[in-house]
C-alpha cells in the first residue's frame, strides 16, 4: 500500500499563479457586491414605497432569482443570451449574474430593514414637516440600511464564495486555476487546502471589513466628549427622539 506524500514545496511553486486567479476573485466579488448594494437599495425602496408596477417587477425578480440555483442563471446568460443575439464574455457574465443574484438576496435584506424601521420615528418625521420622499430619503432608507447591514454582509460574503462557480463559464478565478492544474500535475490534495486557506483568509477578511463597516454605522455607540450628540441628520433625529420618550 503506497504512502500519502505531500508536497508544500508544490504549494510554494504555484502561488504566483493562484495569486492571478485570486485576482480576478476579487474582482468579480467586489464588483458583484457593490452592484448588488445598489440594486437591494434600489429594490428595497421600490417595494417600500409600493411604487406602481416597479414594485411588482421587483417583487417577481426576487422571487425567480431567489428560488432558482445561481449555476442556472450562469449558464442562461452565458448560453441562452446569444441565441438572441446578446453575447457577453465570461467575466461580464459573472459580474452580471452574480450582482443580480446578490442583488434579490439584498433588496429582502434592506426591506427587512425598512420595515423595522419605528412607525413613530417615521410619524415624527412627518409631524416635522418632512415629505414622503424626504422621510423615505433621511429616516426610513439610512436607518433601515444600518438595521440590515449585518444581513446584508452575509449576503456579500456569500457572493464572494459564490464566484467560484464561473469556473464553469471558464472564468480565469480561483477554482479555475487550481482545477486546471490538478488537471496537469494531478496534486489534488495540494491544490485543494491550497484554495480552501487562501478562500478562508479572503472571507475572513471581507468579514472583518464588514464588522469596522457595521460598528461605524451603529450611532447608538458613538460618543464624543461633554456628552454631545454628533453624527448627521439620522442619528441626530434618532437620538433626540429617543430622549424625547
Known amino acids: ?7 508544500f514545496g508544490y504549494i510554494i511553486q504555484t502561488l504566483p499563479v493562484l495569486m492571478v486567479g485570486l485576482k480576478m476573485t476579487v474582482f468579480i466579488s467586489v464588483l458583484a457586491i457593490l452592484f448588488s448594494l445598489l440594486i437591494g437599495l434600489s429594490g428595497a425602496a421600490a417595494r417600500t414605497l409600493k411604487v406602481p408596477v416597479v414594485s411588482r417587477i421587483v417583487a417577481v425578480y426576487v422571487d425567480i432569482i431567489r ?11 452565458y448560453f441562452g443570451l446569444p441565441i438572441i443575439g446578446i ?34 420615528l417615521i410619524e415624527s418625521g412627518e409631524s416635522l414637516g418632512l415629505s414622503r420622499w424626504q422621510v423615505v430619503r433621511h429616516i426610513i432608507v439610512p436607518l433601515g440600511f ?24 471558464g472564468v480565469v478565478e480561483l477554482t479555475f486555476v487550481a482545477v486546471d492544474r490538478m488537471a496537469y500535475d494531478f496534486k489534488t490534495y495540494e491544490m485543494l487546502l491550497a484554495i480552501a486557506v487562501i478562500y478562508l ?30 453624527g448627521g441628520f439620522v442619528e441626530k433625529f434618532a437620538l433626540s427622539f429617543r430622549r424625547g420618550n
Do not use: C, Q
Not at 500500500?1 to 508536497?7: A, G, K, N, P, T
Not at 464574455?89 to 420595515?115: P, Q
Not at 444581513?151 to 464564495?161: D, L, R, Y
Open 67 to 77: 428560488n432558482t440555483p445561481l449555476l442556472v442563471h450562469v449558464f442562461f446568460v
Open 87 to 120: 453575447k457577453l464574455d465570461a467575466v461580464t457574465v459573472g459580474i452580471v449574474t452574480l450582482s443580480l443574484w446578490g442583488g434579490a438576496f439584498a433588496v429582502e435584506n434592506f426591506r427587512g430593514g425598512t420595515d423595522a424601521v419605528s412607525k413613530s
Open 201 to 230: 483568509a479572503l472571507i475572513w477578511g471581507a468579514s472583518y471589513l464588514f464588522s469596522k463597516i457595521e460598528r461605524r454605522l451603529d450611532f447608538n455607540k458613538k460618543t464624543v466628549k461633554g456628552g454631545k450628540g454628533r
Open 1 to 7: 500500500m503506497s504512502r500519502l506524500s505531500f508536497d
Open 146 to 169: 444600518r438595521i440590515s447591514f449585518p444581513a446584508f454582509s452575509n449576503t456579500a460574503v456569500s457572493v464572494i464564495k459564490n464566484s467560484a462557480y464561473m469556473t464553469g463559464i
